[in-house]
């Protein structure tokens, strides 16, 4: 398979380090000379300087040959414009980043007059993450998965007696629940059963939604709090917008703080029950005055990645329950774990696991990024012709870091041992090391040639994928 991605900023990086790991023929354009050289530093690669809209350099390039474009440039015009003229010279899909609020209420004139197949909005996706976790009763992160039967929670042990110093093996009432990794001190480890849990550990469980609930009580903790009903946003751009236009109509009070002044008049028209305050969020005198400590979350937006760690973490000392910072930095993923703050959610990996479910299309339902993008769990519908079918797990010697964390059979959700059989249409929630994704497709591919690689037989007959 054949990709070029136009745009070497930080989607644009982390989708090239993704496609290559999937042994996917990468080719990356973009004006600007120092990045592409970072970028050749550490990725396999063709970097190409150039204009993504040079249609001769397109052609020198053979677009017409390429499976698929993906405009990652900063501008939604410019992305557009790629897409467009990428799939008019025969390119046989393209992707498109578009973050302008406008656009998106127009997004089905622009995929079918304009040729694009895709579009993904960061904004918009990481206004929904916040949302989805700042409704949820519980004060951990937790990500859903089949139709939202199965849950993966995120939480850190602390010093709770009941895990620390616990070998795996050893810990009572997880029977319905399978740890699947251990993030510790910014390193990720696959635990066995004699794993011994530590002090601060970051532990990952996978399991049924309605057990979730019953880790606070094995932890002799209560993680679950009441439905918020105030929330203030710090950060008035294109993430704030859509997030407080979200909680609005949730029926939640919410303040938005923006040091622009023109960007406050311009929210205060497209947001009617939203307070709109003029200010320095990062100031604490000014978001006191402004009831901090009585929200229920704080969310803080900005584009200063440093900011909102901050203003989040002092919201969580002012007593607010819940707090949500939006990063964009991989780099300060190590050090997430050790502060006090709710969530941090990145944009990059919510938009790159939306544009890796869609390439790889069929039967993958879902993938979500996990560990700054070092793990994932992917969902997928395991297909009739699968040799694995009728196989006990303890007979496919999986690698050690892919781990089968439940099976949706029948409704009905199993954490699966070593003599769990698999069945057709069975949904399985794999969690997988990145540097091990070679070994989930070649587990997981028909006798016929492709589960996880059908975009690339499809793409020989110009199709389309199936989830698309």
């Known amino acids: 398979m054949k990709t070029m991605i ?26 600007n000379t120092k990045v592409l050289e970072r970028l050749n530093e550490h990725l396999d690669v063709l970097t190409v300087v150039a204009n993504g809209i040079d249609i001769r350099m397109m052609r020198e390039l053979g677009i017409e040959e390429y499976d698929l474009l993906v405009g990652t440039t900063e501008n939604d015009e410019t992305n557009t414009l790629i897409c467009t003229l990428a799939k008019k010279l025969g390119c046989k899909q393209t992707i498109a980043r578009i973050r302008n609020p406008e656009y998106m209420q127009q997004i089905d004139f622009i995929k079918a007059e304009l040729g694009i197949d895709h579009i993904v909005n960061p904004d918009l996706a990481t206004a929904i993450a916040m949302e989805k976790y700042l409704l949820k009763s519980y004060s951990f992160y ?12 995120d939480f850190n042990v602390n010093d ?14 997880l029977e319905s629940l399978l740890i699947t990794a251990i ?12 794993t011994e849990i530590i002090r601060g550990d970051i532990i990952h469980v996978i399991g049924q939604s309605k057990e979730v609930e019953n880790i606070s009580k094995r932890l002799g903790e209560d993680f679950k709090t009441k439905m918020i009903r105030s929330a203030m946003i710090l950060g008035g751009g294109n993430v704030g917008y859509y997030l407080a236009q979200r909680l609005e109509r949730n029926k939640i009070q919410v303040t938005l703080v923006e040091e622009d002044k023109k ?25 006191e005055e402004e009831n901090l400590s009585g929200m229920d979350a704080f969310v803080g937006v900005t584009g200063f990645d440093e900011a909102n760690l901050l203003m989040a973490l002092m919201a969580k000392q002012s007593g607010v329950r819940k707090t949500v910072a939006k990063i964009s930095r991989s780099n300060y993923i190590k050090i997430i774990d050790r502060l006090k703050i709710d969530a941090a959610i990145n944009p990059v990996y919510i938009t790159a696991s939306s544009i890796l479910k869609y390439i790889r299309g069929g039967k993958v ?11 994932e769990v992917t969902e997928i519908i395991i297909d009739k012709d699968l040799p694995c079918i009728g196989k006990k797990l303890m007979d496919l010697s999986l690698p050690k870091g892919i781990i089968i964390g439940a099976v949706v059979r029948d409704n009905d959700v199993i954490i699966p041992k070593g003599d769990t059989e698999l069945k057709a249409n069975d949904r399985i929630v794999v969690f997988c090391l990145s540097e091990n994704l070679s070994g989930l497709k070649m587990f997981f591919k028909p006798k016929k040639g492709g589960l996880l690689g059908e975009l690339w037989n499809r793409n020989k007959s110009a199709g389309k994928p199936a989830d698309s």
């Open 6 to 31: 136009v745009g070497a900023g930080k989607l644009g990086a982390k989708l090239a380090e993704f496609f290559v790991a999937e042994n996917i023929d990468v080719t990356v354009m973009d004006s």
């Open 142 to 153: 937790t990500d859903e998965f089949a139709s939202g039967k199965v849950q993966m929670v």
């Open 160 to 173: 709770n007696d009941k895990f620390v110093g616990m070998r795996i093996m050893d810990l009572e009432g």
């Open 183 to 194: 993030s510790r001190d910014g390193s990720l480890i696959i635990p066995n059963g004699s």
């Open 263 to 287: 960007r406050c008049q311009e929210l205060s028209e497209l947001l009617d029950n939203v307070l709109i305050i003029h200010g320095d969020g990062t100031d604490i005198h000014l978001l």
């Open 365 to 375: 339902v879902s993938v979500s990024l996990l560990l700054g993008g070092n793990a």
